[in-house]
């Protein structure tokens, strides 16, 4: 049976702690689609087509990943490709009360697709795309909270 996995969220923007995981689920599973959000209640500050690039430029290297966008219930996009199970990043106790609340409202609606939490890295615990944009917002150094190559575009949007 092929392993699929989705890792849902809004990646606005990607951060290095996001890759992290996207690198290590890619390393466990057979397909991973990393599937971005379209209709959240949250604006978001970059397009979605900026997001999909920087999320595609960061894991070329990662052929059994790809890049999506969905609207709606996250357990329909999952059943739609074919996986049967959610990733999620854990950073801190704070995140894990949401996480269980989302966690058991999917398996109510989809009892197949199974949330797996990965634990963050320990060096990314702190990191955010909130954080991100304030650090970028005051025109801090962004170097190692996200990939290099997004800085510049970053510093752009402010
Ligand atoms: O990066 P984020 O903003 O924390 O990601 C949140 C996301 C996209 C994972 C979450 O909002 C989500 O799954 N939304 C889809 C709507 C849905 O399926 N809701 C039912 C579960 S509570």
């Keep these: 049976m092929t392993k699929t996995a989705v890792y849902p969220g809004s990646f606005d923007p990607m951060t290095n702690g996001h890759l992290d995981i996207i690198k290590r689920a890619a ?13 959240s209640s949250k604006t978001p500050k970059f397009s979605l087509e900026q ?3 920087w999320l ?9 990943v790809e890049i999506a966008s969905f609207s709606g219930m996250l357990v329909n996009f999952a059943n739609e490709v074919g996986a049967n199970v959610i990733i999620k990043g854990l950073r801190a106790v704070s995140d894990f009360e949401y996480e269980f ?10 009892p197949n697709v199974e949330t797996m ?10 990191l955010s795309s909130s954080i991100v944009k304030e650090v970028a917002k005051y025109g ?7 990939p290099d ?7 752009r949007e402010f």
Excluded: C, H, W
């Design 51 to 53: 997001r999909i690039d």
């Design 140 to 146: 801090g150094k962004l170097d190692g909270l996200v």
């Design 27 to 39: 390393n466990n599973f057979d397909k991973v689609y990393v599937a971005i959000l379209t209709n």
């Design 101 to 110: 609340q989302m966690a058991l409202t999917n398996r109510q609606l989809s």
């Design 56 to 64: 595609k430029r960061a894991t070329a290297d990662m052929p059994n």
């Design 117 to 126: 939490f990965l634990m963050t890295n320990g060096k990314y615990s702190y």
């Design 149 to 155: 190559f997004m800085i510049e575009e970053i510093y």
